[in-house]
């Protein structure tokens, strides 16, 4: 995700990193191209003018923009879903290790916490990793008792798993006489909470936007784009080039950014910050039992947030 200081108006104009103009520039010096060679050659290599004019453009347009604005809409909800549930898991950690200290009247430094607080931090890590389709076992290796890492080496749900090791720890102190059944059930409602939103992370990652909806709308922005200049050429002459590149560049922008963060969990610049978000967990519970968090090197802004 691309995290900037606030610009004024005139500075936005110019802005580059985490836009998506470096990647459809090359399309859109093709169309002015297109553009320029249609205007300069017009009438020079045929009988017969193409019979085009600007009032089916229009009207394709208009339901081009609407069809745009829904596919906008379905990626953005899908974004915007992917960020509260990591937002809930922020919560839940901390909620789970605040009790994991204050209701189990074990201190902040003892062994069992510490165990418990790392099983949360490599199911964070774990959960970004299975969503980002990159390999947890660094991660696990670094958090974990290595006989546990390595029983992990071969599952293919870890965040599950790591889940059901959370589970029987609340369990062992339940029959320690540590906890009563009450303090049980109040962890364990928190440990489903993470659960769901291990479900929700996956019905995003696993259920994209109908495929036929991407194409339809990808052929349809570019077919539009790359004839709009024989419906202008008749009526504003040398000022084709310069509007159908305009033109272009609303929709053809759009249907890639729209194309960018309908899969919120990836590594493009405006996908969610899934690395940062785990080091904030990390930090903030590492914090909360004593131990020393590890130092991230600080971004200066503008600056992207992996």
Not at 213 to 220: C, D, G, Q
């Amino acid at each position: 995700m691309i995290i900037k200081e606030k610009r004024n108006w005139f500075r936005m104009l110019f802005v580059w990193h985490g836009s998506v103009l470096p990647e459809i520039l090359p399309r859109l010096v093709a169309l002015l191209l297109l553009s320029s060679f249609i205007v300069y050659f017009r009438g020079q290599f045929f009988a017969y003018k193409i019979p085009l004019n600007p009032t089916p453009f229009t009207l394709i347009g208009l339901a081009l923009a609407i069809f745009l604005g829904f596919r906008n809409s379905a990626s953005y909800d899908r974004f915007w879903e992917g960020h509260k549930l990591w937002g809930a898991l922020l919560i839940d950690a901390r909620s789970l290790t605040r009790q994991a200290i204050t209701l189990t009247h074990l201190p902040a430094h003892s062994e069992p916490v510490h165990y418990f607080t790392r099983l949360l931090l490599a199911f964070t890590y774990a959960l970004k990793h299975q969503l980002r389709y990159t390999d947890a076992t660094p991660d696990l290796q670094r958090l974990l008792p290595p006989d546990l890492a390595q029983a992990l080496q071969n599952v293919t749900f870890k965040p599950i798993r790591l889940l059901q090791e959370m589970g029987l720890w609340v369990q062992q102190l339940k029959q320690e006489g540590q906890i009563d059944s009450i303090i049980q059930a109040a962890i364990d409602q928190n440990l489903n909470q993470l659960s769901g939103i291990v479900g929700g992370c996956e019905r995003i990652a696993s259920t994209p936007i109908p495929y036929t909806y991407s194409v339809l709308l990808h052929r349809t922005v570019y077919i539009y784009s790359f004839l709009l200049p024989f419906g202008l050429v008749d009526s504003i002459g040398w000022m084709t080039p310069i509007m159908t590149v305009f033109v272009g560049y609303t929709f053809i922008a759009l249907d890639a950014i729209v194309t960018e963060i309908e899969e919120p969990f990836g590594v493009e610049p405006n996908d969610l910050p899934l690395n940062t978000i785990c080091q904030t967990i990390e930090t903030s519970l590492l914090e909360m039992i004593g131990q020393e968090a590890p130092v991230y090197p600080k971004r200066k802004k503008p600056y992207f947030a992996d």
